[in-house]
């Protein structure tokens, strides 16, 4: 009787303790949709000086108020979009092993990433919105801590194994969204499993972007517009299935053609700016 009391005690604690978790949140969070977690505003510190140098400089960086989706965009998602006319219709390269209703689409161009998160009602994340979401506040390097990533934690390639080397036939592909535990924020496969389109024009670096990569809520060049002269390639983030450990580092980042020429395997999650609140 007496261990059934300081459980339920514990419980009562640990409960109060969420409920103040939650008060403390921006009143914008309150309006968190149902399939979204919700990112408080405030500073973060984005990139790395020790790793490559397109991470540099190591900065301090505000991000506002957002919602983060709490899973990948899944082949089920998209092709919802797809019988609504909204997107255009996609099938990953290899349907073996990647087509399943709760595995991650993939194969997709930055121009479907985009096309899917106006359906839905949301946007692709900025590059910086991102990585807040993936590392939290305090810079950590993974979106679990600091730990070095393995296949308990998220799905990568271990020990020569793609994909951890679970499932079906070819046992190297993507596995279902939320196969693992979730990050900071509650989040899933912020690190592996796809890498992710975000809205930003990829730099050689946050330094030769220069002001549109500091400050407050920045947006990377030209902010993301669907034109930028001098750009070519979008920024895409988080590892997968197919790289090591090293590629799931929060702040790595990896520049592709928005076309996704040469194919790769490259899916995405969306986010969304909270309504006005009133005070």
């Not at 339920?8 to 914008?28: C, G, N, Q």
């Not at 998160?117 to 600091?146: I, N, Q, V």
């Not at 690190?191 to 400050?215: F, H, I, L, P, R």
């Not at 969304?272 to 005070?279: E, H, I, Y």
Request: aromatic share 12%.
């Amino acid at each position: 009787m007496h261990g059934l009391r300081v459980t339920l005690l514990t419980l009562s604690f640990a409960v109060a303790a969420a409920t103040i978790a939650r008060a403390d949140d921006p009143p914008a969070c309150k309006a968190t949709p149902a399939d979204m977690k919700c990112i408080p505003e405030g500073d973060f510190l984005r990139g790395s000086d020790t790793s490559e140098k397109d991470q540099r400089p190591q900065a301090t960086i505000w991000i506002s108020t957002f919602f983060m989706d709490t899973f990948e965009v899944t082949n089920a998602d998209y092709k919802k979009c797809a019988a609504a006319g909204a997107c255009r219709k996609h099938a990953p390269a290899y349907k073996v092993g990647f087509s399943g209703p709760k595995q991650p689409v993939v194969g997709v161009k930055w121009f479907d990433a985009r096309d899917y998160c106006k359906w839905a009602g949301k946007r692709l994340p900025t590059e910086a919105e991102w990585e807040k979401a993936a590392r939290g506040p305090s810079g950590a390097l993974y979106t679990w801590g600091d730990e070095k990533p393995t296949c308990k934690r998220a799905i990568i390639m271990e020990n020569g194994k793609k994909g951890c080397g679970l499932g079906g036939p070819p046992k190297w592909a993507t596995a279902d969204v939320g196969s693992r535990d979730p990050g900071t924020y509650g989040l899933y496969d912020m690190a592996g499993n796809s890498w992710e389109w975000v809205q930003d024009w990829y730099s050689k670096s946050y330094a030769a972007c220069g002001d549109k990569c500091t400050g407050r809520d920045p947006k990377g060049p030209c902010d993301g517009a669907d034109e930028c002269p001098g750009y070519r390639h979008r920024s895409v983030r988080s590892g997968s299935w197919w790289w090591t450990w090293e590629y799931a580092a929060a702040s790595w980042r990896r520049a592709h053609l928005p076309g996704n020429k040469p194919y790769h395997h490259f899916g995405f999650r969306c986010a969304m700016t909270p309504p006005a609140t009133t005070p």
